[in-house]
């Protein structure tokens, strides 16, 4: 075999193991890991707030507000706090209208979620700190079992999981679905064996202690669940607090909020470097494996397809253009159709387009400070 015709397949290999790797290869080894137990002791349940900003979430705030009343019944010292970023269709007045619930915090305009975050948490009072999106319900017992994890005095946060509703409206729905139940399995994973390497926005607390400072242009959601990490604590998974979500269900929706998502993220990849290079070793491993392989999955897709074009070239000119020519009719056809398998990988490649795109983005030095909530949720 010619020298070049070995690179390519080399190449193309590494691409599909980079690829594979978040979603395969590194369940394989964290199930091969042993579990590191919780060591709770006798403790009264700690106090807590519950957190979260708002902006044009006038439609989901009925249900919302309907969520907290119910929890407040469960939990009539649960402090709520809500942060309004500059509504215009009436969402602050909404919140204010509930002040026996909740009691609400307007921003001057828009400032963005991490700096609405921030003036809750300077607010709060109690031991918990409990960070959740307004479009976002909690089940019933959802406190009771998150609290309970605190009895472990080695436990500096708590994320819950999110279940997502509305799978089998669109193959977008669909492979966010599918996303997701891979990401809440690794997290599981990455909890029994130690730490869990960050939290999204949907569900998770902290000691408020180990609140930290930060700037408004980083991702708030996995700057403070990583604090948690940085102070020597344990960030663990409660699969048995249960938090649901509609899903988006249009591509264009979907692509903004990843491409945000994804600058963002990068964005604060580089201001915690410092901080992330002192880390255990495992946990730097973990970091790495579902993080920076996974942002930059759309450049090892690029590259792997170009080594195989290549590849087919060398062989036979007629079996790279068949080979072009099914590729370009599969993704025509998965453009066009709203479900079923080709519509679903073209969904996961602009996943990944949008992932690789944000992190161009944050690397040219820009990022995303506020956010507008997807039409299609």
Same mark, same amino acid.
């Given at each position: ?32 890991? /042993? ?13 807590? #707030? ?11 705030? /009925? ?47 828009? #400032? ?15 031991? *918990? =700190? ?12 959802? *406190? ?16 819950? #999981? !999110? ?14 679905? &599918? ?6 399995? &690794? ?14 926005? @949907?569900?998770? #607390? ?10 408004? @242009? ?8 990583m604090a948690v990490l940085f102070a ?14 509609? !899903? ?25 470097? /410092? ?13 790495? @494996? ?15 397809? =170009? ?5 087919a070239w060398r062989v036979s000119p007629l079996l790279f ?13 998965? !453009? ?12 996961? &490649? ?25 039409? @299609?949720?």
């Amino acid at each position: 075999m010619p020298a070049i015709d070995l690179i390519l397949l080399v190449i193309l290999a590494l691409c599909l193991v980079a690829v594979a790797w978040p979603f395969l290869c590194y369940p394989l080894i964290l199930r091969a890991l /042993p579990t590191r137990p919780e060591r709770p002791v006798a403790a009264p349940v700690p106090s807590a #707030s519950l957190l979260f900003c708002a902006y044009n979430e006038a439609e989901a705030m /009925p249900d919302k507000l309907a969520n907290l009343a119910m929890l407040k019944r469960r939990h009539p010292d649960l402090e709520c706090l809500a942060f309004d970023d500059g509504s215009t269709d009436g969402t602050g007045d909404l919140i204010a209208a509930r002040g026996d619930h909740v009691t609400l915090l307007r921003g001057p305009g828009r #400032s963005g979620k991490a700096h609405g975050m921030k003036q809750l948490a300077a607010r709060a009072r109690t031991d *918990v =700190l409990i960070f959740t999106d307004a479009n976002v319900l909690l089940d019933e017992q959802a *406190v009771d079992r998150l609290l309970a994890r605190y009895a472990d005095p080695d436990i500096g946060g708590v994320l819950g #999981s !999110l279940h997502y509703v509305g799978a089998d409206e669109s193959a977008t729905a669909s492979v966010g679905s &599918l996303y997701w139940r891979l990401e809440e399995r &690794l997290k599981d994973e990455e909890s029994r064996t130690g730490n869990v390497l960050g939290a999204d926005g @949907s569900i998770f #607390s902290i000691r408020r202690s180990l609140y930290p400072t930060f700037p408004d @242009s980083v991702l708030d959601d996995l700057t403070v669940s990583m604090a948690v990490l940085f102070a020597g604590k344990r960030l663990v998974k409660a699969s048995d607090v249960i938090a649901r979500e509609r !899903l988006v269900t249009a591509r264009a929706d979907e692509y903004r909020r990843k491409v945000r998502i994804a600058a963002r993220a990068w964005h604060t990849h580089r201001y915690l470097r /410092p901080q992330l290079r002192r880390m255990a070793g495992i946990d730097r491993f973990k970091y790495g @494996s579902r993080k920076i392989v996974r942002w930059f999955g759309g450049a090892f897709i690029l590259l792997g397809a =170009l080594a195989a074009a290549i590849l087919a070239w060398r062989v036979s000119p007629l079996l790279f253009g068949v080979g072009l020519a099914l590729v370009a009719f599969a993704v025509l056809i998965g !453009l066009r159709a709203r479900r079923g398998p080709l519509a679903a990988l073209v969904d996961m &490649l602009i996943a990944y387009a949008a992932t690789l795109q944000g992190v161009a983005k944050a690397m040219r030095g820009n990022t995303v400070t506020i956010w507008n909530p997807a039409k @299609s949720r």
